[in-house]
């Protein structure tokens, strides 16, 4: 059974600004992408610090709120907590973007939802075409044509699907684009098809690299007849246009007739412009695109893999991957495979390489629970979680990820990595490197070739040069530098009565995770709280659950009384200080009704936090099993 996300939809919506600040949404394989009204309005730290987000990133126009493997579940209860639909979140709204920014957001608006489906019936292929050099069927079983139909199916019209998505982020009518893409594919306008059925009238620019047979006219006007099935570019360009009609339609035509006279004049207008001049433009285009890139390639295939591979990482970081991911698409489609970007694709496992080498290093086992995840999401090609929960914020395995990578990538462009088919991610990549023609599996072994490469060279560095923070500098009494035994270590007294339970045990994530910070739980049995310390109430909530403390040395702590109190809206808490005011140690902050509010269902466990304990070299925390006001709960190491 799924989990419930509505909690951190509420939250995510809350912290980017609310829902009047949302301008626009999409998502991808493991982030949200929001277009905000005003980003300033979006608090960064809270989100970064909240349980259920990796991390948030600011990138082509789009703020990033990263989540994981889980993101479509947490994008459709942010959809309903911000009363968008599907339809109306992707379309955009916000204004004075950067021409490569708004390049960015329309190619990822328009693949993201496709890539899903893509991969999946690309990799239904390779399995197919896999399974039958295996020899478990034949090419002509009828088992090999159901499983060949339904991969095929959504490269041949692929144009149906983009023209759907292309409606979406332009403003047009979904069904009109979904119409418009099944009418160039339509078999009577195709160019084989065509050619099957009789003698051209003429060939038009006879002899050039824009030759083309003429097999009908529309009222005297040659129709360049294309193959269109399996393009890319023509339809999305078909579908701007069709938007641009549409909008000035709604403004001319009487509301009466409007519901069936605009879609209808709608693709008269830009099916007909479509046929004659953007599709044929737009299909040379891709195929002179496509060229182009093949001869810059052939320059110097061993440098152009390397940079592939060292820079992929880098561009997924701030999503500017999605402007290549257009070339890498009709590459397949125009010359039957793509040799340009895939130098790529050692880079997941270079990415999760690293991660199974700090399992194996690390004597830390929070970082050992986040990175097994990780590796094993790795292995799939999902490497968000790897990169944002653990090398990056490391920086050296990052970079040690980007150099495997970049051996790997000058690799496969000396070998010639081809991939013929849309494939899945990471280990499913592979049957998607057999050639579908021939059979021929010398790409896949190419492939495995490069992705040893990577993955030796990243595991042996990062077993070389990875150590955990607390191994860099081993402290102990008798090795402690002089300048450091004199420095003052911090002492934070409990500010409550009751018993003590480490964090690990709080029935909330956010706490026992330690994703809050190092410290400790009480479970008052006395009504009063009162200051740990000598400092400043640097935050208390409207709520009055919780309060901010910073101590005179720097010490920032956090007392959340209770589990979900914030609902109780200050019903139990009474304030006896306001943000901002200055306290001695033993002061009374608040008292809390223990009666009133475990009878309301909700529980006082209260975590004490040091939010800022990666500044400590340790928190040590009271062995005492209970403890009173005043007596000493936690100490700090610096």
């Known amino acids: 059974m799924s989990k419930n996300y509505n909690k951190l939809a509420q939250d995510i919506v809350e912290n980017v600004g609310g829902k009047d600040n949302i301008g626009s949404l ?59 639909s599907s339809e ?49 069927y034949t090419d002509t079983s009828g088992a090999y044509q159901l499983f060949n139909a339904m991969s095929d199916a959504l490269f041949m019209f692929l144009p149906v699907f983009l ?19 099944l ?49 890319v570019l023509p339809i999305i360009l078909m579908v701007y246009v069709a938007s641009k009609v549409q ?14 006279v605009v879609p209808m004049i709608t693709i008269v207008v830009a099916m007909t412009l479509g046929f004659l ?24 295939p061993i440098i152009a893999g390397a940079l592939v591979g060292f820079f992929w990482q880098i561009l997924v970081i701030f999503g500017l991957h999605w402007g290549l991911i257009p070339l890498y698409v009709n590459n397949i489609m125009t010359l039957g495979y793509d040799n340009v970007m895939m130098p790529f694709f050692a880079t997941t496992f270079a990415q999760t390489a690293v991660v199974i080498a700090i399992i194996l290093k690390t004597k830390d086992k929070k970082l050992k629970s986040l990175a097994v995840p990780s590796a094993i999401s790795g292995i799939f090609g999902i490497t968000e979680p790897a990169i944002y929960g653990i090398t990056l914020p490391r920086k050296k395995p990052f970079i040690i990820s980007c150099i495997a990578g970049g051996i790997a990538g000058a690799y496969y462009g000396y070998a010639d990595l081809k991939e013929f088919i849309f494939g899945g991610m990471g280990i499913f990549e592979f049957p998607a490197m057999i050639n579908p023609e021939t059979k021929d599996m010398s790409n896949v072994l190419v492939g495995v ?22 191994e860099v500098i081993e402290i102990t009494e008798e090795s402690k530098p002089t300048d450091v035994v004199n420095r003052s270590n911090e002492v934070v007294s409990s500010p409550m009565t009751g018993s003590v339970k480490e964090l690990s045990q709080v029935a909330d994530a956010a706490f026992s995770e330690g994703l809050l910070g190092a410290g400790v739980a009480i479970e008052p049995t006395d009504e009063e ?12 909530f409207p709520s009055k659950h919780a309060i901010g403390i910073t101590s005179n040395e720097g010490l920032e702590l956090l007392i959340h009384i209770g589990l979900n109190t914030v609902q109780l809206e200050g019903e139990g808490f009474t304030s006896f200080i306001k943000q901002g005011d200055t306290v001695k140690k033993g002061d009374k902050l608040l008292e809390i009704d223990i009666v009133g509010i475990k009878e309301k269902g909700y529980s006082l466990e209260t975590p004490i936090v040091i939010t800022n304990s990666h500044d400590y070299l340790d928190i040590l925390i009271t062995e005492e099993n209970d403890v009173s006001t005043n007596d000493v709960l936690i100490r700090t190491l610096v």
């Open 88 to 136: 109306t979140a992707a379309q955009e709204t916000v204004g004075n973007q950067k021409i490569m920014d708004k390049f960015i957001d329309i190619i990822s608006s328009i693949f993201q939802p496709v890539l899903g489906i893509m991969s999946a019936a690309g990799m239904l292929k390779g399995f197919n075409i896999l399974f039958s050099v295996m020899g478990l």
């Open 183 to 231: 009418a160039i594919c339509y078999p009577a306008i195709q160019l084989d098809t065509l050619s099957g059925v009789g003698e051209p009238l003429y060939t038009l620019f006879d002899g050039s690299f824009f030759s083309n047979p003429i097999y009908m006219d529309f009222f005297g006007v040659p129709i360049i007849s294309m193959n269109y099935t399996s393009s």
């Open 277 to 300: 001049v953007i599709g044929p433009v737009a299909t040379y285009a891709s195929n002179m695109i496509a060229e182009l890139i093949v001869q810059a390639r052939n320059f110097s």
């Open 26 to 84: 999409t998502h991808c394989v493991t982030r949200l992408r929001f277009k905000l009204k005003d980003e300033k309005k979006a608090n960064d730290d809270v989100l970064k610090k909240m349980d259920g987000v990796v991390t948030v990133m600011k990138s082509a126009g789009q703020y990033q709120v990263v989540i994981g493997n889980h993101v479509p579940d947490v994008y459709e209860e942010v959809l309903d907590v911000a009363g968008l």
């Open 449 to 470: 070739i490069g992705v040893v490469i990577a993955m030796a060279i990243a595991f042996v560095l990062t077993m070389m040069t990875f150590k955990d923070e607390e």
């Open 247 to 260: 909008k000035w339609l709604d403004q001319v035509i009487p509301d009466v007739i409007k519901v069936f």
């Open 529 to 540: 709280v009162v200051a740990p310390f000598d400092g400043v109430v640097t935050t208390l």
């Open 163 to 181: 023209g759907f998505t292309a409606s979406k982020k332009f403003g047009l009518k979904p069904m009109v684009g979904i119409l418009m893409g």
